[in-house]
């Protein structure tokens, strides 16, 4: 027993070592930081006598509402159980696929229960092999398909929304989410990982020298015993080893959520959320340095549990110490907490929407408007058919592929060709039909944005139309700013926001006048008298975003 206990002492000496040098920390500060992890291996060895919070094995009563069913494995032909709800609405409503923690099942009560219910969404809660201590279980492909079948068996025994499946999981059920952001074969809107296991490798030593029957369990699941450790085996298992599948995943949503005390107060070190983090964001891009998390503010995390700064934004009233994002696609915070889910928060998220942007290039600009209402956006997809030189209805530089009445129903068929996933339209058109070439038909443009409206609407003749919101074109600078092609464009484009107003009027769709406000600071806000400089694009989506949400609030008061 003591040579285990030294074995592990000096296993676990080493992964702190090498993990806080790859941190940039000095060496006299990686022997404080060893000495002072042990005090509380020592301090919280003991833990290991009960199952902390988010990893009992109590058996609850379930509502009679869930109905527990058995569904045959794709891959083994075995008899997996879960629990599923179906929703009682006729139309589509979102699918909720909750996951089980590490050392349970899927008859585990679920926090996210009751909410779920009172939302009536439906819910799946799968086996998927349950507590992680069996070579079938602890992520291995038997793991990930019993979640896919899970999920299909719900698409075909309820309303589900296709474009609103959502896998959340805690602790062991996060490591099965980030799992499934990885593999899983189903189209998925978002995955939220609470405090997760990302590495089962390094998990293996953090819970080894801390005397926690994790260590043991991923022993079992890589091995068949409890002693020995297959590390390859367990790689194979962590999500942070797998490659991100990018073309998947383009349209989805990786939630990472971490106390920022746990590893030294729970059981999965907040590394586990950092490293997955910045591993996702350079998958999509290695270059986006400025995403990613930085070695110091790691640093900062781990050493000292707290990073200064501005007045923090808040999560269930909890302080958010880190919170960053990249293009839509991963987000992480980091909050005042331990190794826990915040079940207020939880599905906040849900459901999401879709948004189809049309516009030109201030739209397709990067860091644009539509980029810039991503940022205040994160859980719905806006898909961005924006492209430099767009109108409304004249061929631009002779090229049809810039003349949006054209190409409108190409849009939708490519995007929408079901007919019932897109939630909103916004378009944000006119500048380029100011152009001094077509001065003369001018009078013309307001009659074409009925008929793009019209077209749009006749698509949907058979279904639902999406909300349409027609945005004014930006304010135009004086002709002393711009290029000669748009000289003249400043009065033009002032009439076309007093014609699109009654084109709106008259279609019954709602209409953002963003000119008349910005009119006033357009030298500032504007590079060339066209587009906009950064700080235009910021202050353009916080006034779009700002008029959206109040038309949103006002369509929801007015039910």
């Known amino acids: 027993m003591t040579d285990s206990i030294e074995l592990s ?5 080493q992964m702190i070592t090498n993990q806080l040098q790859y941190q940039g920390l000095p060496i006299l500060m990686v022997a404080k930081s060893i000495a002072a992890t042990f005090v509380l291996m020592l301090f919280f060895g003991s833990a290991n006598a009960q199952d902390p919070l988010w990893d009992d094995t109590d058996r609850p009563l379930w509502p009679e509402a869930c109905k527990e069913i058995a569904i045959p494995s794709s891959a083994d032909g075995k008899i997996q159980q879960a629990y599923f709800y179906a929703t009682s609405r006729q139309r ?4 909720i696929v909750s996951l089980h923690t590490w050392s349970n099942n899927y008859q585990q009560e679920d926090p996210l229960l009751k909410d779920i219910l009172n939302k009536d969404y439906n819910y799946i809660h799968p086996n998927f092999r349950g507590p992680n201590n069996t070579p079938e279980a602890c992520g291995s492909p038997l793991v990930i398909s019993d979640i896919d079948d899970a999920i299909t068996y719900a698409l075909d025994n309820s309303n589900v929304d296709p474009d609103n499946i959502h896998i959340i999981g805690v602790s062991g ?5 980030l ?8 189209d998925i809107r978002s995955f939220s990982a609470w405090v997760p296991v990302s590495d089962l490798t390094k998990w293996y030593y953090e819970s080894l020298g801390r005397n926690r029957k994790y260590a043991s369990h991923i022993a079992l699941a890589t091995t068949g015993v409890d002693w020995k450790v297959d590390i390859q085996e367990a790689q194979r298992r962590s999500p942070l080893y797998l490659k991100t599948p990018l073309e998947e995943r383009k349209n989805s949503k990786l939630y990472i959520y971490a106390g920022i005390h746990d590893g030294y107060e729970g059981s999965v070190p907040v590394t586990h959320s950092l490293e997955m983090y910045n591993k996702v964001v350079s998958d999509f891009n290695p270059t986006a340095a400025d995403a990613m998390i930085s070695r110091e503010t790691i640093q900062q995390i781990v050493a000292g549990r707290f990073l200064p700064g501005k007045k923090k934004e808040k999560i269930s009233g909890r302080d958010i110490h880190l919170k960053k994002a990249f293009e839509g696609r991963v987000q992480i915070i980091i909050f005042e907490g331990n190794h826990e889910m915040l079940t207020a928060a939880a599905l906040n998220h849900i459901p999401s929407e879709t948004v189809l942007a049309v516009g030109d290039s201030n739209g397709e600009n990067k860091g644009g408007w539509v980029d810039q209402l991503q940022t205040y956006w994160f859980k719905d997809v806006l898909i961005n058919t924006c492209i430099s030189g767009n109108t409304i209805g004249f061929d631009n530089s002779g090229l049809p592929s810039k003349n ?3 190409n409108i129903i ?7 060709p079901g007919k019932d996933r897109l939630d909103k339209i916004l378009i944000m058109l006119g500048t380029n039909d100011c152009k001094k070439v077509f001065h003369e038909r001018l009078r013309e443009v307001p009659g074409f944005y009925n008929q793009l409206i019209d077209t749009i609407t006749a698509y949907y003749q058979n279904s639902e139309c999406p909300e349409i919101i027609m945005i004014s074109p930006p304010p135009i600078g004086e002709d002393q700013v711009l290029k000669e092609k748009y000289h003249g464009s400043a009065e033009r484009v002032r009439f076309l926001n007093d014609a699109f107003k009654k084109v709106a009027r008259d279609q019954g769709i709602r209409y953002i006048d963003i000119q008349t406000p910005l009119s006033q600071s357009s030298d500032f806000l504007l590079r060339d008298g066209i587009h906009f400089n950064k700080e235009g694009y910021q202050f353009l989506g916080l006034l779009l975003n700002h008029h959206i949400n109040d038309l949103q609030q006002r369509k929801i008061n007015n039910k």
């Not at 799992?179 to 189903?186: N, Q």
């Not at 190409?410 to 929408?416: F, Q």
């Open 404 to 406: 949006t009445l054209r």
């Open 173 to 177: 059920g996060g490591h099965a989410t």
């Open 92 to 95: 589509p409503m979102p699918l």
């Open 179 to 186: 799992l499934s952001y990885m593999r899983s074969k189903h």
């Open 9 to 13: 002492k000096a296993c676990t000496n």
């Open 410 to 416: 190409s849009h939708l068929e490519v995007h929408d």
